[in-house]
Structure formats: C-alpha cells, structure tokens
T-cell receptor, first 113, second 114 residues
Framework: KQEVTQIPAALSVPEGENLVLNCSFTDSAIYNLQWFRQDPGKGLTSLLLIQSSQREQTSGRLNASLDKSSGRSTLYIAASQPGDSATYLCAVRPQGSQGNLIFGKGTKLSVKP | DVKVTQSSRYLVKRTGEKVFLECVQDMDHENMFWYRQDPGLGLRLIYFSYDVKMKEKGDIPEGYSVSREKKERFSLILESASTNQTSMYLC?????????????FGPGTRLTVT
C-alpha cells in the first residue's frame, strides 16, 4: 500500500532564506506527483505537477524534483517571503489506479519577517 | 483558469438532518472527488466519480452517498448527519482526457454538526 510521508511536520525560517521541503513515498510505481499549498481554512492550490518521466518542474521561485527510484521528491523555495507561510502537501498518483491521489500530511511552513 | 466552486463555505446542521454539499467545475473534467480533512488525519477520500452517473467508493464512504447527474456537478449527501461528520469537506476535479492531469480543489466547506 502506497504511503506518503512529509518531514518535518513544521518548519520556521527567517525571511529571505532558501528552503527545501521533503516528500517520500513507499512505492515507486507512480504516474505523477503533485505539490499543493493550503492556507488556513482554505482549499488546496496546485503548485507543480511532475510526471513520472520528468526529473523536475519549475514555477517562479519554486522548483520541484522527483527521484522515482528512491521514492523522493523535494520542493525548493528560493528567497522565502512571509506570504509563503502555509501548509505544503505532496500527493502521488499510483500507476494502474483509477486516479486517486495519495496525500502526505503536509509541512507547515512559517516564514518570519 | 480551472474553477471549482462549492455551494457553501460554512454550514451548521443538526444531528439527523440530511445534508447536501454541491460542487461545480467549469472545465469539462471527467473526474471529480470528495475528500474530508481532519487535524492529524490529513485528507481522506470519501467518493469519486470518473464519468456522469459513475461513482466509486473511496477510503471512508460510510454515512455518505454521492450523485453525478451532470458532468460539471458532483454532490455529496450526508443521509443522516452525525457529530463525527463535523469536518472540512473538499471537492476536486481533474481532466485526464484533456492531458492536464493536474487536480484542482474547491475552497472547501466547513461543516459543523451539532
């Protein structure tokens, strides 16, 4: 059974720091991996999607990498800002399934001014 | 831009009431999903639908049912609301046939059952 883990559960950094959020999954047979952001009391916003054949995706100050064979993905945030404070979730889509995503429990990021 | 809307942001219902949560997407996506999110438990899939009138049980379907009569609309029904169904409910859609593969979420409905 696929399991997705995000460590740490919470992270606090000063503004301007570059940071990395980690996501690991137990079964490398995935179709893709998606990173989301969630603000308190709100829905999830899609940040980046990486197909299994890709190694990384970039959007602005965000860069997500995927190492399928080792079951790992990282989300790199450059020059962090207080507005980046949110919970970041990763989710994998297993191969061969109808398409349900398996979510990690998220990393709560706090960027201090 | 993909837009997924949910009928209510906040809802308060009494135990035993029948509750309808509506979700509408405007991008002709064939896949739609209902999740609930609780502290410490993360997101859990209740039901999903991969086409009109089609539905599949997720991880926690007990106490819920769904309806998908039109492609753009996916309804979650709590037949007889109970206090343990107090939660944040999130709807999502995805259009694999469009080649997008990204899953998009609505703003959520915070349901309180008293």
């Amino acid at each position: 059974k696929q399991e997705v883990t995000q460590i740490p559960a919470a992270l606090s950094v000063p503004e301007g720091e570059n940071l990395v959020l980690n996501c690991s999954f137990t079964d490398s047979a995935i179709y893709n991996l998606q990173w989301f952001r969630q603000d308190p009391g709100k829905g999830l916003t899609s940040l980046l999607l990486i197909q299994s054949s890709q190694r990384e995706q970039t959007s602005g100050r965000l860069n997500a990498s995927l190492d399928k064979s080792s079951g790992r993905s990282t989300l790199y945030i450059a020059a962090s800002q207080p507005g980046d404070s949110a919970t970041y979730l990763c989710a994998v889509r297993p191969q061969g399934s109808q398409g349900n995503l398996i979510f990690g429990k998220g990393t709560k990021l706090s960027v201090k001014p | 831009d993909v837009k997924v809307t949910q009928s209510s942001r906040y809802l308060v219902k009494r135990t035993g009431e029948k509750v309808f949560l509506e979700c509408v997407q405007d991008m002709d996506h064939e896949n739609m999903f209902w999740y609930r999110q609780d502290p410490g438990l993360g997101l859990r899939l209740i039901y999903f639908s991969y086409d009109v009138k089609m539905k599949e049980k997720g991880d926690i379907p007990e106490g819920y049912s769904v309806s998908r009569e039109k492609k753009e609309r996916f309804s979650l029904i709590l037949e007889s609301a109970s206090t343990n169904q107090t939660s944040m409910y999130l709807c999502a859609s995805r259009g694999d046939r469009t080649g997008s593969y990204e899953q998009y979420f609505g703003p959520g409905t915070r349901l309180t059952v008293t």
